[in-house]
Nanobody
Framework: QVQLVESGGGLVQAGGSLRLACAASGLVFSSYAVAWFRQAPGKEREFVAAISRSGRSTVYEHSVKGRFTISRDNAKTTVYLLLDSLKPGDTAVYFC??????????????????WGQGTQVTVSS
């Protein structure tokens, strides 16, 4: 079955960086778009970034654009999210999600079928 495992979260000071990884198994990875979402305490889960099957197309939520970078290594079946210039408001559990995409190279911002368990990112001021 499809499995997504996030890693790389932790505690960092404001202005610092982290690199999250989402390792996938049980799927034809190059056929799947992958996205990152996050959920802060008391808030709904929100979209952060997405990357298309090929990696040529990426989409970012407005507040992270220019600070976060999503990338993928299809040979390693892993997607990365580099978080730079972190702010306390970025504190959340970060989830990766995957969905098969057929006939296009889109990076959707919603409608993902498969989800990981999440990794905690805490940014101190």
């Amino acid at each position: 079955q499809v499995q997504l495992v996030e890693s790389g979260g932790g505690l960092v000071q404001a202005g610092g960086s982290l690199r999250l990884a989402c390792a996938a198994s049980g799927l034809v990875f190059s056929s799947y778009a992958v996205a990152w979402f996050r959920q802060a305490p008391g808030k709904e889960r929100e979209f952060v970034a997405a990357i298309s099957r090929s990696g040529r197309s990426t989409v970012y939520e407005h507040s992270v654009k220019g600070r976060f970078t999503i990338s993928r290594d299809n040979a390693k079946t892993t997607v990365y999210l580099l978080l730079d210039s972190l702010k306390p408001g970025d504190t959340a559990v970060y989830f990766c999600a995957a969905n098969p995409i057929y006939g296009s190279d889109l990076a959707p911002t919603s409608g993902y079928r498969y989800w990981g368990q999440g990794t905690q990112v805490t940014v101190s001021s």
